[in-house]
C-alpha cells in the first residue's frame, strides 16, 4: 500500500516521516524514530507498558496507527524528563522503590502523569483503579502506588532537584597530605 | 579464605553505614526515563526479523514440510525447520536442543518452521506459504489420564530406553536438593519420566497414632511467569564464526555453555549478552535463544526473534499444573504423626518439571517422623513446563498447607500454633536426608503470630488463613573485580543480570567494605566474553553467593588502597582508617582514595580488586503468609482485604529490595491462588493465549502488601544474608485458599479459586 505522509510533533521536536498506513505509533516510535523506552508487552492493549502521550491523553501505541498521529503531538517516556530533571512521578517511583525489571515503569509513569494531572488528590482507590490498565509482574504494585502518593502529597522528593542525576558526593581533598 | 566472613552482631550492624539500609535501586533512573536498553531495543545493520510457524495440533505427525514457497517470497532470507538441527548435539528430550520439531508434533505451539525476513511483514506474510500436512494424532493432556496404561504415549525423537534426562537447570534453582535419591519404583508407568520417593518412619503407625486424621486431593492449574517482557534474542553469527547473542536472560553463562555445546563450538566463539531483563522468574534460561542462532547461521546477518505476548503464553514454558493427594494425622495435643503424600507434576511434552524439589519440600516446614512422598513427573502434549520461581513449591503449599490448616481446626488448635508446634529447625532433617542449617521457620511463623492481623475483627463472609513454606536456594561459582578510578569512584564489574536489585546490594556492599559513600560506586554486568565467571541469577541465589565475591573484590581493591596509602603517608598499614573515601592516619595525614587511584596509575600501576566464591551450600529461606479474604456470597469472588508476608531475610542488605521481592512474591502467589491458569481445550491448545483472559492481578484488585522482615543470619552468607527472591511466592496462594475456605466455610481444592469455583465450592461441595 502507498506510504502516507505524517507531520507531527514527538517529544517537542519536528518529525516528518513516510510510514505504510498500517504501521502502528508504538513500531513508528521504536523503529523508525529509535525511541525504545516505550514497551511493547502485549500488543492487545492489555498491559499499559507501550503507554504514550497523543496531545496529552494516555493512549495504547499498540493499538494507535502511526498515520492517526499526524498533526498530533506525540511524548514518549524519552520526553518526561526535562533538562535531566526527572518529573515528580519518575522521581518518586524511583525514591519509593517502584522499579523492578523495569520494563513496565515507562507505561505507569506515561498513565500516572496524565492521571495525577487530571485528578490531583485521589484517594487510594481512584489512584489504583486509575492505573489498573497497567500491569507490573515484579512490584505487587505496592511500592509504586506509594510512590504516587508520595506525589499527590506533595512530599519532597530529592530527584526533582537540578544536578540531582549528575553530581557525585566526592570528598573534598585534605589540606596539608 | 574462612567461608565465615562475617556473623553481624547487633553491634556490628548498627555501625554498617551502607547496607542494611533502604536505598533505591541504582538503576532506578533509567528504568523510570526508558534509557534502560532491554533485548528487543537493541538492532544492527542488516539485522532481519524472524516469525516461527508453530503446530496447531497437540500431537501429530508431520507427513509433509515443504517450505519452498516461503523461502522465495520477497523479503525473505533464510527458512529453517528441523532439518537445519542436523549435526547438532541434540539430547531427544532435550526441549531447547529440539528447537524445532522434525516428525513429532508434542504440543500446540511448538515450531515447526522459522523464516528470517528484511522486515516483519514480509517474515509474517510468508508463514501461511509453508506447507505442512500434519497426521492428527490423540493427545493426552491430563497427568493423571497419561499415567494410565493404554493412553496415548509421548515418544521424543530420537529417543531410546534409558535417555539420559538433562537436569543441570534444575539445580541451579535449588542446589538444596543435593543428590536426590530417585528410586524407581514403577519405571514402566505410562508417560512417567522421573520418579521419587521418601520415607522415614512407619507411616501406619503415625496414622494409628493420630486423633485426627485430614485427607484430600488438591489440584493446582498451570500458570505463566507473565513477565512483562516477553522472551527476545537477537542473534548474529559473524564472518569470524563467533556467534553474538543479544536475549534477555537470568544465566548469560548457561546459555553460552548450552549454545556452545549445541553448536559444538568453543566457548571463545559464543558471546553472549544479557541486556537488561524484563523479568523472567525462572522461564529464561536460553530456551528460546537457537532459533535466532540457527537463522543467523544459515542469512548470515543479524536475526530478531521477539515472542508476541500470544506465543509466549502458547509456546513459552509455563509453570506445572499439579496434583497433590495428602494425607495427615495429628495428636490431639498438637503433634503431627504422619504424612502420605503423592505429588503428580505435569511436565508437558518435555522433561524438567520441579517434581523432585517439590515432593521433597512436602516435608520441608515441619519435624516429621514418620511419611511417605511420591512423586510423578508426567509427560503430557502441551508446551514443557519452566522454572517458576521457587518451581513447584507453591504448588505443594496448597496442599500441605491446606490440610496442615484444616487439621489444625479439627484438632480445635489455632492454625499458627498448631505450625509452631511442629516447625521444623536447625538440625532436622528434609525428606532428602540434608540436614538444615539455622532456618527461620520458627522465626517467620511467630512474626506472623504476633501481627495485628491475626486479632482483626472479621467481618461477614470474611475469613482468615496463614501459611508457611521454604525453598533451599541455589549456591553457584562467583567472582567479581573492583576497579578503582583516577576520579575517586569505584567500579564493580560481575557478569549477573540485574534480576532483582541485585545490583543495587552488590553496590552496597562494596561502598560498606571500600568506605565510600554508595553513589561513588557502579556497578557494570558485562557479557560473557569480557565479565568474570558468574552464577545464574536463579534460584534466589546472587546476594547470597556473588555477595561474597564482591565483598572480597572490595576487601582486595581496598587493601591495596591502604597499602599505596601506607607507604605516602609513612605509617604502618594498621594505622590507617578510612572514612567517606580518605583514608587517614594517626599521624593526622590523610589522603583520598582519588589521588591514590590516580597516583597508581603513575606508578605501581591500575588497583584492581578480584573476589572468588564458592558457597558450600544453599541457605534455605522460609516465608510466612497471612491473608484476610472477603468472599462475595452470590458470586464467588473473593478479595484480598489485608495480607501480610514475613520472611527470614538472613541479614537485609537492603530491606527495600527485600520488601520489595516479598510484595512480588506475594502478589504472584495471590494470582495462582485468585486467577491465573493456562486454559485448555480439549485438543489442547491454550484457550486464553492473551493478558485480557490470562488474568493477572491488577493494582486494582489489590490492597497494600505488609511485610515483616525478621533475620535469622545464615552463616555461609555475605553479613548473614541467604536467598530473598523465592521464598515469598511460596506461602500466599495457600494461605488466601486457607482463608476463602474459612469464609465459606468448606474447603477449596482446586486452583485458582476462581468465582465459579468458590460457587460451587460453597453450592455444592465442590461438585459442577
Given at each position: 500500500m502507498a506510504r502516507q505522509a505524517i507531520k507531527l510533533k514527538v517529544n517537542g521536536q519536528n518529525v516528518e516521516a513516510e510510514v505504510e498506513p498500517a504501521k502502528l505509533l508504538l513500531d513508528f516510535v521504536r523503529d523508525d524514530l529509535g525511541l525504545t523506552g516505550t514497551k511493547e508487552g502485549c500488543g492487545t492493549g492489555d498491559c499499559g507498558a507501550c503507554t504514550v502521550h497523543l496531545n496529552g491523553r494516555p493512549v495504547h501505541s499498540c493499538l494507535t496507527l502511526a498515520v492517526e498521529a499526524d498533526g498530533a503531538e506525540v511524548t514518549t517516556v524519552e520526553g518526561i524528563a526535562q533538562d535531566g530533571v526527572l518529573n515528580a512521578v519518575q522521581a518518586a517511583i524511583v525514591e519509593y522503590g517502584g522499579t523492578q525489571c523495569g520494563f513496565c515503569i515507562p507505561g505507569f509513569v506515561m498513565m500516572a502523569t496524565a492521571f495525577l494531572r487530571d485528578h490531583p488528590k485521589p484517594t487510594e482507590d481512584e489512584l489504583r483503579m486509575g492505573i489498573a490498565g497497567n500491569l507490573c509482574r515484579c512490584t505487587g504494585y505496592d511500592k509504586i502506588v506509594r510512590g504516587l502518593q508520595a506525589v499527590v502529597d506533595g512530599k519532597e522528593l530529592a530527584l526533582t532537584k537540578p544536578g540531582a542525576l549528575t553530581d557525585i558526593p566526592l570528598p573534598p581533598e585534605p589540606e596539608g597530605e | 579464605m574462612s567461608e565465615v566472613l562475617d556473623r553481624p552482631s547487633v553491634r556490628q550492624k548498627a555501625s554498617y553505614k551502607v547496607i542494611g539500609k533502604p536505598l533505591p535501586r541504582i538503576d532506578g533512573v533509567e528504568k523510570v526515563t526508558g534509557a534502560a536498553k532491554f533485548a528487543a531495543d537493541y538492532s544492527l545493520p542488516g539485522m532481519l526479523i524472524a516469525k516461527v510457524l508453530r503446530s496447531p495440533h497437540a500431537h501429530a505427525r508431520i507427513t509433509r514440510l515443504d517450505v519452498s514457497k516461503a523461502a522465495a517470497y520477497p523479503g525473505v532470507v533464510a527458512v529453517v525447520t528441523g532439518e537445519d538441527l542436523e549435526g547438532i548435539e541434540r539430547e531427544p528430550t532435550s526441549r531447547m536442543q529440539n528447537a524445532l520439531a522434525r516428525t513429532q508434533v508434542l504440543f500446540a505451539g511448538q515450531p515447526i518452521a522459522a523464516v528470517a525476513a528484511t522486515t516483519r511483514e514480509a517474515a509474517e506474510e510468508a508463514l501461511p506459504l509453508i506447507e505442512v500436512e500434519y497426521e492428527v494424532l490423540p493427545p493426552v493432556l491430563d497427568p493423571l489420564e497419561a499415567m494410565k496404561p493404554g493412553s496415548p504415549t509421548i515418544k521424543h525423537e530420537g529417543s531410546e530406553a534409558g535417555v539420559h534426562i538433562d537436569r543441570s537447570e534444575e539445580k541451579i534453582h535449588a542446589?538444596?536438593?543435593?543428590e536426590l535419591e530417585e528410586?524407581?519404583?514403577?519405571?514402566?508407568?505410562?508417560?512417567?519420566?522421573s520418579q521419587v520417593h521418601f520415607k522415614r518412619g512407619d507411616v501406619e503407625a503415625g496414622f494409628r497414632q493420630a486423633d485426627a486424621i485430614v485427607e484430600g486431593r488438591w489440584i493446582s492449574s498451570s500458570v505463566h511467569q507473565s513477565y512483562m517482557e516477553p522472551h527476545a534474542t537477537l542473534a548474529y553469527w559473524d564472518a569470524s564464526g563467533t556467534v553474538n547473542i543479544w536475549t534477555s536472560t537470568q544465566a548469560q553463562f548457561n546459555v553460552r555453555d548450552s549454545i556452545a555445546r549445541m553448536f559444538h563450538l568453543p566457548i571463545s566463539k559464543v558471546r553472549v549478552v544479557?541486556?537488561?531483563?524484563?523479568?523472567?522468574?525462572?522461564?529464561?534460561?536460553?530456551?528460546?535463544?537457537p532459533i535466532a542462532v540457527l537463522l543467523s547461521r544459515k542469512a548470515k546477518r543479524p536475526v530478531k526473534h521477539v515472542l508476541t505476548r500470544s506465543e509466549d503464553l502458547i509456546g513459552a514454558t509455563p509453570a506445572p499444573y499439579t496434583v497433590i493427594d495428602v494425607k495427615v494425622g495429628a495428636t490431639k495435643t498438637g503433634k503431627i504423626t504422619a504424612l502420605k503424600a503423592r505429588v503428580v507434576m505435569?511436565?508437558?511434552?518435555?522433561p524438567g518439571a520441579p517434581m523432585s524439589i517439590g515432593t521433597i519440600l512436602c516435608g520441608g516446614s515441619y519435624k516429621l517422623e514418620n511419611f511417605e512422598l511420591d512423586g510423578y513427573e508426567v509427560l503430557t502434549n502441551k508446551a514443557s513446563v519452566g522454572a517458576y520461581r521457587a518451581p513447584g513449591a507453591p504448588n505443594v503449599a496448597f496442599g500441605i498447607e491446606g490440610a496442615i490448616e484444616q487439621l489444625a481446626k479439627k484438632i480445635g488448635m489455632s492454625p499458627i500454633e498448631f505450625r509452631l508446634r511442629n516447625a521444623i529447625e536447625e538440625g532436622d532433617k528434609w525428606p532428602n536426608g540434608n540436614a538444615l542449617p539455622a532456618v527461620g521457620c520458627r522465626a517467620v511463623l511467630e512474626a506472623i503470630r504476633n501481627h495485628p492481623i491475626m486479632s482483626d475483627k472479621l467481618g461477614p463472609n470474611e475469613g482468615r488463613g496463614v501459611a508457611v513454606g521454604a525453598w533451599p536456594g541455589g549456591a553457584g561459582a562467583a567472582s567479581a573485580y573492583c576497579r578503582a578510578n583516577p576520579d575517586g569512584t569505584f567500579q564493580v564489574i560481575t557478569g549477573t543480570i540485574n534480576l532483582t536489585g541485585s545490583t543495587t546490594a552488590l553496590a552496597q556492599i562494596a561502598a560498606e567494605e571500600l568506605g565510600v559513600p554508595m553513589a561513588l560506586v557502579s556497578v557494570v554486568t558485562g557479557d560473557t566474553s569480557e565479565s568474570p565467571h558468574s552464577p545464574a541469577?536463579?534460584?534466589?541465589?546472587i546476594t547470597y553467593t556473588m555477595g561474597h565475591a564482591v565483598q572480597r573484590a572490595a576487601i582486595d581493591c581496598r587493601e591495596k588502597m591502604l597499602a599505596l596509602a601506607a607507604r605516602r603517608l609513612e605509617v604502618d598499614k594498621s594505622q590507617l582508617r578510612i572514612e567517606d573515601g580518605v583514608v587517614k592516619a594517626s599521624n593526622d595525614k590523610a589522603v583520598t582514595y582519588k589521588r591514590l587511584a590516580d597516583q597508581a596509575l603513575q606508578s605501581t600501576g591500575p588497583v584492581v580488586g578480584e573476589g572468588s566464591h564458592r558457597p558450600g551450600r544453599p541457605f534455605p529461606g522460609f516465608a510466612a503468609t497471612a491473608a484476610i479474604v472477603h468472599v462475595d456470597p452470590d458470586t464467588g469472588a473473593a478479595r484480598i482485604k489485608r495480607i501480610v508476608t514475613a520472611q527470614d531475610a538472613g541479614f537485609a542488605i537492603n530491606p527495600m529490595a527485600v520488601e520489595g521481592q516479598m510484595q512480588g512474591g506475594t502478589v504472584q502467589g495471590a494470582g495462582m491462588a485468585l486467577t491465573e491458569e493456562l486454559v485448555y481445550n480439549q485438543d489442547g491448545r491454550v484457550a486464553n493465549p492473551g493478558l485480557l483472559d490470562y488474568r493477572l492481578l491488577t493494582c486494582g484488585d489489590l490492597p497494600m502488601i505488609e511485610t515483616v522482615i525478621v533475620e535469622v543470619p545464615a552463616e555461609a552468607g555475605p553479613y548473614g544474608a541467604r536467598i530473598i527472591g523465592e521464598p515469598p511466592i511460596v506461602p500466599p496462594g495457600a494461605a488466601i485458599g486457607n482463608a476463602i475456605a474459612d469464609a465459606i466455610g468448606k474447603p477449596i481444592y482446586h486452583f485458582p479459586a476462581t468465582p465459579e469455583r468458590v460457587f460451587y465450592a460453597v453450592h455444592s461441595n465442590g461438585k459442577r
Open positions: - | 542446589a538444596g536438593a543435593g528410586e524407581d519404583v514403577e519405571a514402566e508407568t505410562n508417560n512417567v519420566s544479557g541486556t537488561e531483563i524484563g523479568g523472567g522468574f525462572g522461564a529464561k534460561f536460553g530456551v528460546m535463544a505435569d511436565t508437558g511434552a518435555f541469577a536463579g534460584g534466589s541465589q
